[in-house]
Antibody, heavy 120, light 107 residues
């Protein structure tokens, strides 16, 4: 069965960086992409970016351009999201979700979420 | 950015009722719209993709329709596990935006 397992909760100070991992199993990693979505409790989700598991192509929301980097390690079937220059309004639950290989479409399987708290 | 506006923001209903949630896009997005629901403390779950296609494993009491820039999700004969928050999401243009959510509560 398809599973996405994310790394654990993080607490960071403003200005620091965080890197969240997402290990995939139960499907051919290179046949799909991974999108990252974050959600502040009580608000709607926010799409952050997408990476192809096939060729590493990426697409980012302009809002986070320059602060976020998505990467994959196909040997371990793991996707990574790094967010730099953290601010208090980056406090949210971060999800990885399986997406399509060539573009963003729909998110059919999700990780369990990783709470990132940014606080001095 | 494309704005997705859901209505109502909350809705009370009983087990067995039929309910409809609406999502309006700020511009034409063709049929490039998905629906999810989310239980407290859990990740969202895909219900409908491409406006009207039922995701594998999702009960047939869920259905989606498009009329221009208005999209509806209808849930027939509500089950207890359907009480959750519902989100729409467009994938026509980046950034791929979600609606603000509709909370479906038990009456």
């Amino acid at each position: 069965q398809v599973q996405l397992v994310q790394s654990g909760a993080e607490v960071k100070k403003p200005g620091a960086s965080v890197k969240v991992s997402c290990q995939a199993s139960g499907y051919t990693f290179s046949d799909y992409g991974i999108s990252w979505v974050r959600q502040v409790p009580g608000q709607g989700p926010e799409w952050m970016g997408w990476i192809s598991g096939y060729n590493g192509d990426t697409k980012y929301t302009q809002k986070l351009q320059g602060r976020v980097t998505l990467t994959t390690d196909t040997s371990t079937r793991t996707a990574y999201m790094e967010l730099r220059s953290l601010r208090s309004d980056d406090t949210a639950v971060y999800y990885c979700a399986r997406d399509q290989k060539y573009s963003v479409n729909w998110f059919d399987f999700w990780g369990q979420g990783t709470l990132v708290t940014v606080s001095s | 950015d494309i704005q997705m506006t859901q209505s109502p923001s909350s809705l009370s209903a009983s087990v067995g009722d039929t309910v409809t949630i609406t999502c309006r896009a700020s511009q034409d997005i063709s049929s490039l719209l998905n629906w999810y629901h989310q239980q407290p403390g859990k990740a969202p779950k895909l219900l409908i993709y491409a406006a009207s296609s039922l995701q594998d494993g999702v009960p047939s009491r869920f259905s989606g329709r498009r009329s221009g820039t208005d999209f509806t999700l209808t849930i027939s004969s509500l089950h207890p596990e359907d009480f959750a928050i519902y989100f729409c999401q467009q994938y026509y243009n980046a950034p791929y935006t979600f609606g603000q959510g509709t909370k479906l509560e038990i009456k």
